[in-house]
């Protein structure tokens, strides 16, 4: 959570490392970087170390390198209230992980990408992503990704206006276990 430790850390290993070494290793630290910036809410610097990430993870032909920073630059983009934008790289990067078995990651790329939907009153594409992830929820070993799932579709159904069905999704006594704190205000919300 110091974002800008992080920061710092990253910006201290691409100092060291050498410009023209491995494209792999810069990427990973200019995607960590890149996702630090973003998270403390400095996106133009996010959005510049991810591009950059992107550009060095595709020279090294890292598929999942690519799929990740897409996934970032969909956040960011969702974090600047720009869903649409956000979709265009959300849709890559779960399209992207789905295909690489990163079931958590495409989770939570699934998450992001019902909130762009219902933010575009798009109710009929959240609806559809949350059919696509609902399957994972029984398989998962994850409570708190049990969880994640559980709330996406409870948010779809209340946007629907199905309110019996999402009040029993959300009277799940595993929503009261969980432990990160935006699951847990996003539960209690």
């Known amino acids: 959570g110091d ?5 710092r850390d990253y910006d201290a290993v691409l100092l060291a490392l050498p ?8 990427g990973r630290a200019m995607a960590g970087r890149g996702a630090s910036a973003g998270a403390a809410q400095r996106f133009d610097e996010a959005l510049a170390d991810l591009g950059m990430a992107r550009s060095l993870y595709a020279m090294d032909g890292d598929v999942a ?6 996934a970032n630059m ?12 956000a979709l265009s790289h959300l849709d890559a990067a ?10 958590h990651a495409w989770q939570v790329v699934a998450t992001a990408q019902i909130e762009a939907h219902l933010s ?3 109710h009929r594409q959240a609806a559809d992503v ?3 992830t609902w399957p994972l929820r029984e398989h998962s070993k994850d409570a708190e990704q049990r969880i994640d799932i559980g709330l996406n579709r409870a948010q779809v159904l209340m946007e629907a206006g199905s309110y019996r069905e999402a009040a029993a999704l959300l009277a799940d006594p595993q929503n009261d276990t969980v432990q990160g704190s935006v699951k847990r205000a996003r539960a209690a919300t």
């Open 3 to 7: 974002f800008a430790a992080a920061w």
């Open 19 to 26: 410009a023209d070494g491995d494209a792999s290793l810069r």
């Open 65 to 70: 390198g690519v799929a990740h920073v897409d």
């Open 74 to 85: 969909g956040m960011i983009e969702a974090y600047r209230a720009r869903p649409a934008a």
């Open 94 to 103: 779960g399209e992207q992980l789905l295909k690489l078995g990163a079931q």
């Open 120 to 122: 575009l009153l798009q």
């Open 130 to 132: 949350v059919t696509r």
